[in-house]
């Protein structure tokens, strides 16, 4: 099957030309959509929807998922506003031909993770619920501070819900949290269907290109394509203090392993030189390891 490439745009530019130019420059076909704007994917109304709607399609470009903020909130936040944002973007999702959406498992206190195991998974549970009404297929993306941040736990949630939710892997978040990105793709293997490209040094948490961090990118990458239903691949490069890096992220400094970011490596001089090199270098491994995508 062929290989679905996206990448995260809105890390090259805000505007949706912009967005669309950076993709199109970089021979990258699909786009996470994420922001527009600097308006959340969350936050379309049907005005914004039919906008890039028309954009892509005349631009020969397919929205891959909707990289959206779901489960990105405190464990004790109303879930009934959750599930209402899930029916809003569900009908996003449909007007741009989409039926993925990236999902996340609640922040939950630190070191509390096991008191709020049976909530998490109940809100799990009540959010697959609605997808499947809605006719669209959740992702959880492994990521720092939620219940779901570290291989254990991943584990756990899949085991729980088994086929109802899909599996991200993203190797940055699982060093950044402690975890071994290869150990993580051999336990979830069964789940995973989406992989994103974000490589991480642990030596100091910094996001560098592919290939030049300890996420055991080709590696995975290789487990990955043996599958051959797997086709969804997504780079996410965050070699860049893009402008909405900030309100996604709850931390931006601190110690490897911590669960909180530490930031962005490389030296680049521009969101767009930055975006580039990201998709460059993870192509460049791609064809190391005889891969040409």
Known sequence: MPILLSAFADEAAQDLEGQIQALITNKVPGIELRTVDSVNVADFDSTMTARVKTAFDQASLKVHCLATPLGKVQIDSPLESELERLKRLSQTAHALDCQRLRIFSF????????????????????????????????????????????????????????SKLGAILDPANYIQVGSDPLQAFKALDAWIEYLHIKDCRRSDGHIVAAGKGDGQIAEILNLFLANHNRQSIAIEPHLYEFASLKTLEIHMTGDPGSGQEVGVGGDYPDALTAFAAGISAFRTLAAQQNQVI
């Not at 922040?107 to 669209?136: F, K, S, T």
């Not at 297929?137 to 939620?146: L, P």
């Open 107 to 162: 922040y939950v206190p630190a070191g509390r993770a096991a008191e709020y195991r049976d909530e998490v998974m109940m809100r799990l549970e009540r959010l697959i619920e609605v997808a499947d009404a809605e006719g669209v297929r959740m992702f959880h993306e492994n990521e720092k501070d939620i219940y779901g941040d570290i291989l254990e736990r991943c584990v756990d949630i899949h085991q729980t819900f088994q």
